[in-house]
């Protein structure tokens, strides 16, 4: 019998022989994670993602979670407010709150982070099509609480290419999304050089059912695609790259994902310096890391605790900089509170328990890490080369490539499942008739209500006229070569809403 890995690496009975090992941690091609005493010196940020509902119901979550120990905030949005539609919009009916926090204007962010102070927190906003509008509301309430912007420490997600690819929150076609980016990148690289201006992301890529290989492929190429638009742009590379963060899942096959890990950062190593990069910390491939959502399971919960466990332990060991712990009632639901600090503590028993973050890269010089670490970076690159023959990421997004590649392997891995070739505990192995119901974190539909009035409210007391004069200044600078983040910061400073923002754009660019 054969066995593989979920990217069809077969693995051998017995190792027996590795390669010469002659890098360090901290060293080019960062292989052993990208600082030479890794956790000893600073441990991973735990940043549990969260939001919901209101801004005001979020931000009492934001300050439990601080409470509890969490060292970094991860805000997740609305669908409305990840496409760039208010809540009294017809098309958020039924979306307003329910997977993440409805955010309308500046009044919601001021809500969302009342009592947080934006210099002493690091924050994450897994935002993309919108992310020039949310970073701009932000950097609007960091200077109405008299922060210093060149101190504001965090990331926005603002990875559009695999929304085309596998997520679908995208609003604009794919030149005009970039442009967004580059104009992102130009901007904090003079007013908020602290802050990572893209999370290339490729959890939503396994999320849709990718290989770890292909995860790793896709991310990277679109990283790629990323660095060659601001290179395009006249950007220095030594100075955007460093700014550049990623985003991978962590699923149940333990060993590849460590080794996957370590072979991202090799190749994207390899990747920068070929484009110019001669700055190691332009070089450094940093990454958060979430637990694979798709492997939870809603058959038998409890058993998730394990599986969040393990994949957590195996980003840990594969040396991630951020960490988010999935609640184990994620498979039904937004996590209540009890799952949303049980995950966080899996995370400080990991740190300060175990002994995993005593010593760098622990699992270095075992035959078969390293030798899984060579296989799959050398399956990545042949994905790479083909995409680069393509013409790179946008046009083999724009072909279909790289969509059709994931559904292939999702539709494998399906019908693995199905044939049970693939066993999963509580869903085709072990199976227990007698479920046990589970208290589920529900939010309510009359959120849009509350959304729409205090939108109402809103528009009848702020200064139309100075919001109708920064919209009209933000569609010209569009339509020119100008860089839009200081009039989208001028339009969000005035109150206009996100989804007039979005519209004023849809105007000039269209939508795909």
């Not at 395009?232 to 899942?249: C, M, P, Q, T, W």
Request: net charge negative.
């Amino acid at each position: 019998m054969k066995y593989k890995t979920t990217s069809g690496i077969e693995i051998k009975e017995v190792y027996t022989q590795a390669r010469d090992l002659k890098e360090l941690p901290g060293e080019f091609p960062f292989t052993r994670g990208v600082r030479k005493d890794m956790y000893r010196g600073k441990l991973w940020t735990m940043r549990q993602y969260a939001g919901f509902s209101t801004a005001q119901e979020s931000n009492k979550r934001y300050h439990y979670l601080l409470s509890q120990g969490t060292t970094g905030l991860s805000v997740a949005f609305d669908l409305p407010t990840q496409i760039g539609y208010d809540s009294d919009h017809n098309l958020s009916e039924g979306e307003v709150g329910k997977v993440g926090v409805a955010i309308d204007s500046l009044l919601d962010i001021e809500e969302l982070f009342d009592g947080i102070d934006l210099e002493k927190i690091t924050t994450s906003m897994t935002i993309n099509a919108t992310a020039s509008i949310l970073l701009a509301m932000y950097i609007a309430l960091a200077k109405k609480q008299g922060a210093d912007l060149t101190k504001l420490s965090g990331t926005i997600q603002n990875d559009i290419l695999k929304e085309y690819a596998a997520r679908g929150t995208y609003i604009y076609p794919p030149k005009p999304s970039m442009r967004l980016i580059t104009d992102i990148f130009e901007y904090c690289s003079q007013a908020l050089p602290k802050w990572n201006t893209i999370s290339v992301s490729g959890y939503h890529i396994r999320e849709a059912g990718s290989t770890a290989v292909q995860e790793m492929a896709f991310t990277l190429a679109n990283g790629k695609a990323y660095l060659k638009a601001a290179l395009e742009k006249g950007l220095d590379i030594n100075v955007f790259a460093k700014r550049i963060s990623f985003f991978f899942n962590c699923h149940n096959n333990f060993f590849e994902e460590i080794a996957k890990f370590r072979a991202a950062r090799r190749m994207w190593a390899k990747i920068t310096q070929d484009l110019g990069a001669t700055d190691l910390q332009a070089q450094m491939l940093r990454f958060h890391t979430q637990t694979g959502g798709s492997t939870l399971t809603a058959q038998q919960p409890m058993n998730n605790i394990v599986r969040v466990t393990t994949q957590a332990l195996a980003a840990v060991l594969g040396g991630t900089q951020s960490l988010h712990t999935n609640g184990y009632d994620e498979a039904f639901s937004l996590p209540t509170e009890e799952a949303a600090k049980l995950a966080l503590r899996t995370q400080q028993i990991l740190a300060f328990e175990t002994g995993v973050a005593d010593t760098a890269d622990p699992l270095a010089g075992s035959y078969f890490i390293e030798e899984l670490t060579d296989e799959l970076e050398a399956a990545a690159w042949k994905y790479i080369q083909k995409i680069d023959e393509m013409g790179g990421a946008v046009a083999a997004v724009e072909s279909g490539f790289i969509q059709n590649e994931i559904a292939s392997s999702a539709y494998k891995y399906q019908t693995s499942v199905e044939n049970d070739e693939q066993k999963i505990v509580g869903i085709n192995s072990f199976i227990d008739p007698g479920e046990p119901e589970f208290p589920l974190f529900n939010v309510s539909d009359s959120i849009r209500v509350l959304q729409a009035e205090k939108l109402a409210d809103l528009k009848s007391n702020r200064d139309n006229e100075a919001v109708r004069q920064a919209l009209k200044n933000l569609k010209t600078a569009s339509s020119s070569a100008r860089n839009l983040m200081p009039y989208i910061i001028t339009a969000v400073e005035v109150y206009a809403t996100l989804g007039e923002i979005a519209d004023t754009l849809r105007t000039e660019f269209g939508e795909y």
